[in-house]
């Protein structure tokens, strides 16, 4: 009987660790092709690659066009005074709680910036923020923090959207008085960013409650003493009507105002220029004739004054 060869087993075929050396899996043919990948499977790779890289910059330059990327500006490169700002008076522990708050724990919340090309941007806001920071960056100069403010790229449609975008952030995170909001509508139509500041204040406080609105429009003519007022911002809603409301009744009144004012010069405060406002408020009531009365109905009479009206008599109940 033959003998029958014994066959030595076949070399083993090895597959590579994907995770060792290169971490490309090689392909090894059993027909004694043994080498580097096949060209199409570079080519596939380097396109897949090429699209990823385009999809990843496209995202990230759709994401800064549309104000959704936080980028690190100079801050230096801000211009805080793009736009007329709405805030007359800054409220000095505001000021040092929000200078604090940003030394210890940095920037929370982005500022809102327009690009203007080569490298400068303007605000629309966060005012206070870069105030902050600015007061932080001379308090500590050789401190990286504090040379750099967080911002978001926005596009406003025109002057127009921008100071909307600002007074309508203030709207939600500042105690504004009646003045400010006045005078922002003032000046932006003095800039010729709106036709009067009647369509300023309809156009800026859009969101606003109309009652709201009318009281804003009204505080519109005590903007037009804002060379004579050293302390605007703190002059109270009633006192503010009732001023407007004089004005707009005896226009000597604003002549006789502005004379008071500038007889108590210097004034040492807010309160000590209110006192002078209310003096003329008084003197103007003193010096009035009593209004007739009006009988409406049964029992009931209407006294019609400079910023009041006055319900009397036997017919007159809570409701």
């Known amino acids: 009987m033959a003998k ?44 897949a690659r090429h699209a990823a890289l385009e999809e990843v910059s496209a995202e990230l330059h759709s994401a800064r066009a549309e104000g959704r990327m936080v980028l690190r500006l ?91 975008a600002m007074v309508e952030e203030n709207e939600l995170r500042a105690n504004l008085s009646f003045y400010e909001r006045a005078r922002i509508a003032v000046k932006a139509a003095e800039e010729g960013v709106y036709e009067s500041p009647k369509h300023a204040v309809q156009s800026l406080f859009l969101s606003v409650r109309r009652a709201k609105r009318s009281k804003i429009l009204s505080f519109t003519e005590l903007v037009e003493l804002d060379d004579q007022l050293s302390f605007p911002s703190a002059i109270p809603e009633k006192l503010g009507l009732a001023l407007v409301g004089a004005m707009r009744a005896q226009p000597a009144f604003k002549v006789k105002l502005i004379a008071h004012l500038g007889k108590a010069r210097p004034l040492a405060d807010a309160a000590a220029e209110r006192a002078v406002l209310e003096r003329c408020m008084r003197a103007l009531t003193q010096a009035a004739p009593s209004p007739p009365l009006e009988r409406i109905v049964e029992g009931v009479e209407l006294r019609v004054q400079t910023g009041k009206a006055t319900l009397s008599g036997p017919g007159v109940d809570d409701a």
């Open 4 to 47: 029958r060869k014994r066959l030595s087993p076949a070399p083993a075929f090895e597959i590579p660790d994907p995770l060792a050396g290169s971490g490309e899996l090689e392909t090894k043919a059993m027909n004694g092709w043994v080498g580097t990948r096949a060209p199409i499977a570079d080519v596939a790779g380097d396109a």
């Open 74 to 164: 100079p801050l230096d490169a801000i211009e805080a005074n793009h736009l007329v700002r709405d805030r007359v008076a800054v409220d000095e522990d505001d000021m040092l709680s929000l200078t604090d708050s940003l030394r210890d724990r940095g920037q929370q919340t982005p500022i809102e910036v327009v690009d203007l090309g080569q490298g400068r941007y303007g605000l629309i806001s966060g005012w206070r923020r870069l105030m902050a920071l600015q007061a932080l960056q001379a308090e500590a100069p050789e401190d990286a923090r504090f040379a750099y403010i967080q911002a978001l790229v926005r596009s406003p449609n025109g002057a127009p959207d921008a100071y909307r």
